[in-house]
């Protein structure tokens, strides 16, 4: 299967270029234009091998949940001219990601094991199990890095930082817990447990938007809802519907992204199964079908669709 690994394309207007860990990012004056590529990470670390479909998994369910939140917080897509693409408001960004979390799961359950009460100056009482609800969703930021790991911080670090204004970061709580209620009932609807995911912000006009991917299979973690509870009581696994899976294959496999480690062979049925369950994850969330994109000539394709909309814009 063909897949996208990385685009270099020069636009007329265009004013810069960024390679982010799944996106390439193309500067105009006023408008951005984001490639979904088909490039993984995990633990921060571009792994080695690219997943069929996965980028159009993201471009779609971000436009999906974009759309379907647009009356909450406005956003910054302006249209989708390529199943691989996004085009939209070029933002100023915030310098941190505003992480909800509904459940005690993934970065936070590993924080909670060591014995740490405290995530993010958010308390956790005691007593919790790895995926129990926690008693009200917390937010919990990270520093938004272009490079390296995002690290951790607390709501007086930012502001005591000069990060975000009292003010601003007032705003960003109130939107990011208005989106992750949204989300949890559009997954709830799909049988679905919206366990945590992050958002990201931006100013335009002086006006704060949602920026970037939402609700997506890289940004949050689905669990199943039929069972959670039989789960819980049983000490099971839950089930999950997110990439966590493939952070947990490399955890067994010694890789966490540290100094020194090397990152597991992907096999060909392993970036398979990984494409599988990324389609089953958008199909299961959007309730949509998924239509997989042509990719016999993909850049040429993405070029193409690419230069139209711009066209169209200027």
Not at 14 to 33: A, E, N
Not at 129 to 147: G, Q, S, V, Y
């Amino acid at each position: 299967m063909n897949s996208l690994q990385e685009t270099h394309f020069q636009f007329e207007g265009q004013t810069g270029y960024y390679r982010g860990k799944v996106r390439d990012v193309y500067s105009f004056p006023d408008r951005l234009v984001m490639v979904a590529s088909d490039r993984i990470s995990a633990f921060d670390v571009v792994l080695p091998r690219p997943i069929p479909y996965k980028g159009q998994v993201l471009n779609q369910t971000a436009a999906h949940f974009l759309k379907a939140t647009a009356d909450i917080v406005p956003n910054w897509l302006l249209a989708t001219p390529d199943p691989n693409v996004s085009v939209g408001l070029k933002c100023e960004t915030y310098p941190v990601e505003m992480v909800v979390r509904g459940y005690l799961a993934g970065h936070a359950w590993r924080t909670y094991r060591s014995g740490l009460r405290t995530l993010c100056g958010v308390a956790l009482p005691d007593g919790l199990n790895e995926n129990d609800r926690l008693p009200e969703p917390i937010i919990t930021p990270t520093t938004k890095a272009h490079e390296g790991h995002d690290e951790d911080i607390s709501r007086e670090e930012i502001l005591a930082k000069g990060l975000v204004s009292e003010a601003e970061y007032g705003q960003l709580e109130a939107y990011a817990l208005a989106l992750f209620r949204r989300g949890t009932a559009m997954a709830a609807e799909r049988g679905l447990i919206l366990v945590d995911t992050k958002y990201e912000f931006g100013r335009y006009n002086g006006q704060v938007y949602l920026i970037d991917e939402v609700h997506t299979p890289d940004s949050s973690r689905y669990f199943y809802a039929e069972g959670y509870e039989a789960r819980q009581q049983a000490g099971e696994a839950q089930k999950q519907l997110s990439k966590e899976f493939v952070r947990e294959w490399l955890i067994a496999n010694n890789f966490q992204g540290k100094e020194g480690q090397v990152v597991p062979e992907m096999t060909d049925e392993w970036i398979t199964q990984i494409s599988e369950r990324y389609i089953e994850l958008y199909e299961t969330v959007t309730g949509q079908p998924f239509q997989r994109a042509q990719t016999d000539h993909i850049l040429q394709r993405i070029e193409t669709n690419i230069r139209q909309s711009l066209a169209v814009i200027y």
